[in-house]
């Protein structure tokens, strides 16, 4: 046993190898951009290592500048079309304002022609008493139903009610030709000097008429042919008033008419049931009837 200790000894070959220790060290990863890692590729294939292990100058990069000018280009290629969109809309905007554009446009006279204006042409009298509870007419143009929906008017500055002043419809030759409406307004007691009477409209603004109408002491009251009517020698208005009595007259004797129609049916039937009653005995239903 002894021998072979000997022999492990002096034989090197037959040694135990010492023990290797294995350490780690901590690697730092470092994780760049794909698009920084492709730029690294790039330049490494375009910088050729020297075998003396220097590096060359890099030569300049081509695909950048291609790159760049591509994109240049199409800055260039949108600026433009920018441009040409604002002088079309600026084109457009310009043929509109002319009346050159597709759209449908109305001609100034045309649309002149159909809208209305309403308006007074001759007020009759044109002087009065201060003391009021007379009518002056105002005869004027287009004075329709739509213009004078709730309409309100003015004596100064007094409001006068509805129920003191009405629109008439009909044509006054020897007054005022172009007229086709007349308002009369029942002016109420004012102070001595000039008043303008004016009609407020919804839609077309204050109306006035031609000239202020002049309350006086001096003038004597009017004479009136008819209530609510103006001068005896206003002919014209008479025969207007006189035919809207007249319609309604035929309007009353047509109502009447029919009650009376009414009046001998209700009778009729009346007759008949006392008959029957009389042939039921039904004699307290007699009396009440």
């Not at 457009?92 to 009346?99: L, N, P």
Request: net charge negative; charged share 30%; aromatic share 6%.
């Amino acid at each position: 046993m002894d021998g072979s200790s000997d022999i492990d000894d002096d034989n090197p070959s037959y040694k135990r190898p010492p023990q290797e220790t294995i350490t780690s060290t901590p690697v730092k990863l470092e994780v760049k951009a794909i698009s920084e890692q492709k730029d690294e590729g790039d330049t490494g294939l375009s910088r050729p290592t020297n075998p003396a292990g220097g590096e060359k100058r890099a030569e300049p990069n081509r695909r950048d500048s291609n790159v760049n000018e591509s994109e240049s280009e199409e800055e260039e290629s949108e600026s433009e079309s920018k441009s040409e969109s604002t002088t079309e809309s600026l084109d457009y905007s310009a043929d509109s304002a002319r009346g050159d554009s597709i759209l449908p446009t109305m001609d100034d006279s045309s649309y002149l022609q159909s809208k209305k204006h309403p308006r007074f042409v001759l007020m009759d009298p044109q002087e009065g008493s201060t003391k009021g509870g007379y009518d002056v007419c105002l005869y004027g143009i287009d004075l329709d139903e739509n213009v004078m929906l709730h309409a309100q008017v003015f004596v100064d500055v007094y409001a006068i009610s509805p129920a003191n002043w009405r629109v008439v419809h009909g044509k006054w030759p020897t007054l005022a030709p172009d007229a086709t409406y007349c308002l009369q307004v029942r002016v109420p007691e004012m102070p001595p000097g000039e008043a303008w009477i004016e009609v407020e409209t919804m839609s077309d603004g204050r109306l006035q008429c031609p000239r202020p109408f002049v309350f006086s002491d001096k003038v004597s009251p009017m004479k009136y042919s008819m209530r609510g009517m103006g001068k005896e020698w206003n002919l014209d208005s008479a025969k207007t008033e006189i035919a809207h009595l007249y319609e309604e007259v035929s309007q009353l004797k047509l109502k009447l008419q029919n009650k009376s129609e009414d009046e001998i049916l209700v009778s009729r039937q009346l007759c008949l049931l006392r008959t029957r009653l009389l042939e039921d005995g039904q004699l307290k239903y007699l009396e009440k009837i």
